[in-house]
């Protein structure tokens, strides 16, 4: 009657442990979705800011010749 008892215990606990299981991996999955979701948000950031270094350059550079024609101008 002793095993009786116990059965249920280990099965409940066995579900307990799978539960368990199953909860972290998901929590383990949506943390990882989360960190792709970053990464992107970080390669689409930096692919930005470089296209917005590049903008900067270009201008000064036109900004520098138009500058250099304007003193050949004047002297």
Do not use: C, F
Request: net charge positive; hydrophobic share 40%.
């Amino acid at each position: 009657m002793a095993t009786l008892l116990r059965m249920p215990k280990l099965e409940s606990r066995k579900q307990e442990e799978a539960d368990y299981t199953a909860r972290w991996l998901q929590l383990a999955d949506a943390a990882l979705s989360a960190t792709e979701k970053a990464v992107k948000a970080l390669e689409i950031a930096r692919e930005e800011q470089e296209h917005i270094r590049r903008e900067i350059k270009r201008k000064l550079a036109n900004y520098n010749k138009l500058k250099r024609r304007r003193i050949r101008k004047v002297g």
